[in-house]
C-alpha cells in the first residue's frame, strides 16, 4: 500500500472518529438535560438570583439585554456549528428552544419586580402576599374568608417556604419576595419543559416538535406567568403535569401513573379552583378507556376507584373549611366594582383590525372601556391588562403575527374536525376548549373587564401550540413545497417579535423598589 493510500485511509477513519465524538458530545448535552434538568435549573436561577436579583436596584435595561446576548449567542453559535457538521437534531434544537425560553423569563421577571404588572398582589385588605406572609409568619392558614384570602392554599404554602427561607438568610422583606419570584420562574420553566416531555411521548415529527415547542416557549403571557406572585403560575404547572401523567396513563394503566394523575390534578386544584376542568377531561380519558379496551374494564375501573379514593378528599377539604367557616360555596369569588357590559354579539365577537394599529394595548381596567370580549382577550394574552409607552409598533406586527397563528389553528382544527378524537386528540381537544370556554362563560355571567383577561384560560396554550405544531407539519406536507417555508417564516418571526418585545420592555422605575407592608397580620 501506497503512503499516499495509507494517508487517505488514516483521514477518513480520522473524520469518522471526529464525527462520532460530535455525536456523542451532542448526544451527551441532550441526555444531560434530559437526566439533570431540575438541579442544573435551579443551580442557574440560584446563580442569577444572587448575581442580578440581589443587585436589580443598580442594574439597567442594557446591562440586562447584554446578559441575555451573551446567554443566547453561545446557543445559536453551538446550534450553526453543529448544522455545518450535519449533526443538528431535534433534541439538541428543543434544547436550545428551551435555554432561549428560560433566559426571556429571567429577563422579564428582572424587569417585573412584585409590586408591578401583577394581579391582586398587593393593594387589597388581604392580598396574595399577605396570604403568604401570614402562612410564613403564623404557620397556619388565614382565619379570614374575604378578599384574596378564599384561595385554596398549596401556592401560599410553597411561596412562604421561599419567602420563610429569604427571611432565614437575612433578606429585607423585598427581596425574600423576590426570591419567591425566583422559584416562580422555576416552575414556569419547569411547565415549559413538560410541555417537551409531553410532545415527546407522540414521538412527533420534527416540525411538529420544534414549532409547537417554540411558540409554548416564546408566547408572551407564558413569559409573564413566570413573574406572578398571585396562584396562576403554581396552577398552571400542577396542570401541566396533571395532563402528562393522562397521556402516560393512557399508553401505560399502571397504578403508578393514576396515583400520580390523581395527586397532581388534586394540587391544581388545591393552587387555584380553576383546576376544576380538568375533571370533565379525566372522565373523558376514563370514558375513552374503557371503549378501547373492554377486555381490560375490569383493571380500568380498579384504578378509576384508586384516582377516586386519592383525589376526591384532597379536592374537597378545602372547600368545606371554607363552607363551614364562611359559608363559601365551590366556585365562590368575591364581587367586583367596574361596569357591566353588555353581551351583545358585536361585544363578544367583534375584532377591530383598525384597532391593532391605532390601540394595540388593552385599556386601563379603572378608566378605560373594554367591552369587546374577543379582542380584549386577544390583546390581554400578548400584553396582559398594560400598556408599554414606546412599543405600540412592535405590539402591532406582535398582533398581527399572532392573528397568523390562531388563523392556522383555525382552519387546522376545521379540516380534522372528528379526526380530532382519534388517539390523544380529544384530550388536547377538550384542554383547549375547556379553559376558554369557562372564560366566555365568565364574561357571560360577570360581564366586566376583569372577567375576560385571558390568563384564565392561559392553560389552554398547551394545546393551542400543541395544535399549532401538527397544522404546521401538516401544510407543509401538502403539494405546495413552498409552504414548508412559509410556516417557518411564521413561527421564527412571531418568536424574533415576541423575544424583542420582552428584552424591550426595561427595568421598572426606582420608586416600585420602595413597598412597605400595609397590612398589619393579626
Not at 406572578?228 to 402516560?248: A, E, H, P, S, W
Not at 380529544?426 to 372564560?439: K, S, T, Y
Request: with cysteine.
Amino acid at each position: 500500500m501506497s503512503n499516499v493510500t495509507k494517508a487517505n485511509n488514516k483521514g477518513r477513519v480520522t473524520k469518522n472518529i471526529d464525527k462520532k465524538t460530535e455525536k456523542m458530545t451532542n448526544g451527551l448535552i441532550h441526555r444531560m438535560f434530559r437526566d439533570f434538568y431540575v438541579p442544573i435549573l435551579a443551580i442557574f436561577l440560584l446563580l442569577v438570583f444572587a448575581i442580578f436579583f440581589l443587585n436589580d436596584k443598580s442594574i439597567g435595561t442594557t446591562n440586562i439585554q447584554i446578559s441575555f446576548l451573551i446567554g443566547i449567542i453561545p446557543v445559536i453559535g453551538y446550534a450553526v456549528y453543529l448544522k455545518l457538521n450535519r449533526n443538528l437534531n431535534i433534541g439538541s434544537l428543543a434544547v436550545m428552544i428551551i435555554i432561549a425560553g428560560i433566559l426571556l423569563r429571567v429577563v422579564y421577571t428582572l424587569y417585573t419586580p412584585f409590586t408591578i404588572r401583577q394581579h391582586d398582589v398587593i393593594g387589597s385588605s388581604f392580598s396574595h402576599l399577605d396570604y403568604i406572609r401570614y402562612v410564613a409568619e403564623k404557620l397556619s392558614l388565614p382565619d379570614v374568608g374575604y378578599c384574596q384570602a378564599y384561595h385554596p392554599p398549596l401556592h401560599y404554602v410553597i411561596s412562604a417556604v421561599f419567602y420563610k427561607l429569604g427571611k432565614i438568610i437575612g433578606l429585607s422583606n423585598f427581596y425574600s419576595f423576590r426570591l419567591v419570584q425566583v422559584e416562580m420562574v422555576f416552575l414556569n420553566s419547569m411547565t415549559l419543559i413538560y410541555f417537551y416531555k409531553i410532545l415527546m411521548e407522540f414521538k412527533p415529527k420534527k416540525l411538529v416538535t420544534l414549532s409547537a415547542l417554540a411558540i409554548f416557549a416564546f408566547f408572551p403571557y407564558n413569559i409573564y406567568f413566570s413573574s406572578f406572585l398571585n396562584n396562576d403560575n403554581t396552577m398552571y404547572f400542577f396542570y401541566i403535569l396533571t395532563v402528562y401523567y393522562m397521556i402516560r396513563w393512557m399508553k401505560v394503566k399502571s397504578k403508578k401513573n393514576v396515583v400520580l394523575m390523581a395527586l397532581f390534578m388534586s394540587l391544581t386544584m388545591l393552587a387555584k379552583k380553576n383546576g376544576i376542568i380538568l375533571i370533565p377531561t379525566i372522565l373523558a380519558v376514563f370514558a375513552a378507556a374503557l371503549v378501547r379496551d373492554k377486555a381490560n374494564a375490569k383493571n380500568i375501573f380498579k384504578q378509576a376507584g384508586v384516582f377516586i379514593l386519592i383525589s376526591v378528599p384532597l379536592c374537597i377539604a378545602y372547600p368545606i373549611r371554607n363552607f363551614v367557616l364562611f359559608k363559601q360555596g365551590l366556585m365562590y369569588a368575591p364581587g367586583v366594582d367596574f361596569e357591566k357590559y353588555a353581551n351583545t354579539i358585536k361585544n363578544l365577537f367583534y375584532i377591530p383590525i383598525k384597532g391593532f394599529i391605532d390601540q394595540p394595548f388593552t385599556q386601563d381596567p379603572f378608566t378605560g372601556r373594554s367591552e369587546l370580549f374577543a379582542d380584549y382577550v386577544i390583546k390581554s394574552s400578548l400584553f396582559g391588562e398594560w400598556r408599554f409607552d414606546g412599543l405600540e409598533k412592535i405590539a402591532t406586527l406582535l398582533l398581527f403575527a399572532t392573528a397568523a397563528l390562531i388563523i392556522i389553528v383555525v382552519i387546522y382544527l376545521l379540516i380534522q374536525n372528528i379526526k380530532l378524537l382519534k388517539g390523544y386528540g380529544f384530550i388536547f381537544l377538550l384542554c383547549l376548549l375547556l379553559p376558554f370556554g369557562l372564560l366566555f362563560q365568565s364574561r357571560l355571567s360577570i360581564p366586566v373587564v376583569c372577567a375576560q383577561n385571558f390568563r384564565y384560560a392561559g392553560v389552554g396554550l398547551i394545546s393551542a401550540a400543541f395544535f399549532y405544531g401538527h397544522a404546521v407539519n401538516k401544510f407543509s406536507n401538502s403539494r405546495l413545497k413552498f409552504m414548508k417555508y412559509v410556516f417557518t417564516f411564521i413561527t421564527v418571526t412571531f418568536c424574533i417579535i415576541s423575544a424583542v418585545f420582552i428584552l424591550k420592555i426595561g427595568v421598572a422605575p426606582q420608586s416600585v423598589y420602595d413597598y412597605s407592608f400595609t397590612v398589619e397580620l393579626k
